[in-house]
């Protein structure tokens, strides 16, 4: 074999650090619980109540993947591979329901449905679960499959289109040739719904994410908590192992649209129909939403708004900066898993992370409450570390990723030319490959900062008492709250969100021009 | 001057130097030649410090520079200069910078000096606040060939420098390249599988395939060479 040269310590030091402080309570908590008296009694108890419960969770989660599939790969193949207008402006717009908390979507539909029908038993169901995570979750496939659509070389379709119809070369050359990226798409929309949270309990939908929530938080039954999450981690991990061996090192989260020159379709006699359906998409995921919310904050006057605000004030600051400070994290150890995987070719730590994301929000914060609610832990557990703990552990695979696909597009001569002249690590790291994937990490850093912002699964779990974030505010305030202060505050968290993806696009927008040096 | 004794390398299990053992003049241009895969930007490599090889040893200037697999000497202090295939410009430095980067001169005006003079060599003067992708393509060779001259290097690692090149600029660098030989006193290892290009160049030639050597001599002794697999590579 040939050997790989350098290896730093400090890498070293941070996987181990992240080892202990993110992987650690999912080992203690999964340890103690092989090791309870209670174990026989509540394997009983898993049999009895729980598999009817997974298999809706699993046949939710089923659903909404083939759906948001579906939907992410029209939209991937209008925004990706043709000539439609306003691409660039539906391509941004589109995601906005991916970088917002689910339950503000929740929130939205709910008030659609009671100021129009004057009820709400049709979206408080399984029904509704589906089509709000179908919405929130079908950017997510459209990002996924356009890119993969945006990778495949010109030369390939052209080829087959000079011996067959467009028609043919669609379902014969494009679709097969992006056939990894529908399977990522697939399995990560399931692993994400069957781990959401906030939606079903806004709903009041029973799922097995719920009835965790439910044993751990109502009943304080830890070990058939621990039990059940143990099925949900099996499911999602062995999905996530299977799609991983199946795609191997595809980029399956590319944010670029760099690479080779693709082949665009013009879309002649369905160009209006096309049209139509990503206006339809705009309006269900994002306008009506937004004015839906808007008019039930404002139905009677502006008071309910006022109070929403002043409720939020306090969090907005905190919020704010805790979610800063978990990007900042998540940034470094993503960059340090992504170097050792793309330059090292150490994909260890790339596993572990990945595990630790796999694992459903709710269950990652029943271990972290586990393993640093004792005396020698408590400065953690009663502390803001935790929460940064939860944001790192849940969103340092995204960013890794991000960044692991900049690095690999780096040719490792730039780095073994520096390493020739005796330009040291750290210098060879600061000067010539951050300087490169600079727009990379910013996006990165965006990404992990906007995911942070509206954490709930695991955050509401963990929360010291006092903790004053907006996620956590709504929703604790919504269970008992009028109608109107829940969309007012729902309302706020939304604009706030927008605001901060329009600012930080922009900033993203100018680092991306002012670090391009490849291109010119 | 490079000495290559019993050298084994794999790379994914696969051997690509098998039991190869190499000695490389002082002074001279020898190029390795051979088609894809026969190990000749792996001997580059090794010889560099990047890889260290599965058993023998590289020995440079009489210093035991890797030995049983072990790294003696890290490349920086083999006093080397390597130019890549894909040149590994720093796309993001400017011309200016891509030579001074080396440098631990600490002096401001020193650095300025040496990498003026060397621009000033090359002909890239006017350039020197440009960046890479600014440059036309044998104007980057040349920043290439400057960066790695700039720390005084007593040996030149060239891995196929100009296969992106026309044929008219290519006869313009490799003239390029016999006269720094000169007036560096360079002992150059130059990686192709374009026999005319080692032709034009070569004090010597190494033949490759399939990580052995075939033969050696020089352009003449190659040109007359009785074994089969030189006389077929020759034909293409």
Redesign the interface.
Known sequence: MGRKLTTHPLSKVINLSFIFFAVMPIVYTLGIALFDDSLLYNLQLIEKETFTLLAKSCAIAFTVSTLSTLFGTILGFLLYKTNILFRSFFKLVLLIPLFISPYILAVAWKDFFFLFFNTTSFISSNTGVIIVLTIIFTPLAMLIIGSALSNISSQLEENAIMTTNIRNVIIKITLPLIKPALISSFVLIFIFSISEFSVPAFFGVKVFTTEIFTQFSAFYNHTLAIFQSLLLIFICISLLYLDRKHIGNSPFLSVSDKGMKTKNYSLKNVKAWSMLFLFSWFLISVLLPFIILFIQSFKNDASKFIQAFELLKPTFINSIALAFFGAILIVFIGFSAAYQSAVRSRKSFDWILLVIFAIPSTIYGISLIKFYNQPELNFIYSSYAIILIAYVGKFSFISSKLIANAIKQIPNSLDEAAQVEGITFFSRIQKILIPIIMPSLFTAFIISFIFSLGELGTTIMIYPPGTEIMPIKVFTIMANAPQSLTSSMTLIVFSITLLLITSLYFIVKFFTKKFSFVNG | MVNLKNIT?????KSVLNNLSLNIEENQLTCLLGGSGCGKTTILRLI?????P?SGQITIDNRNVTEK?K?IIP???RN???I?????L???FTVYKNIA??L?ERNEDNVRNTVFNMLDFFGLQEYSNK????LSGGQKQLLAIS?ALV?KPKILLMDEPLSNLDVKLKRKILEHIRKIKQDFKLTIIYVTHDHKEAFAIADKIVVLDKGKIEEIGTVEEIKKSNNKFVQYFLEY
Do not use: K
């Open positions: 390398h794999y790379y994914d299990n560099a410090g990047l890889e260290i599965e697999q790294l490349p920086h202090e080397i200069g390597f890549f295939q894909d040149l590994a720093w796309p993001h980067f080396g631990t960046y890479p992708h600014q960066r720390l």
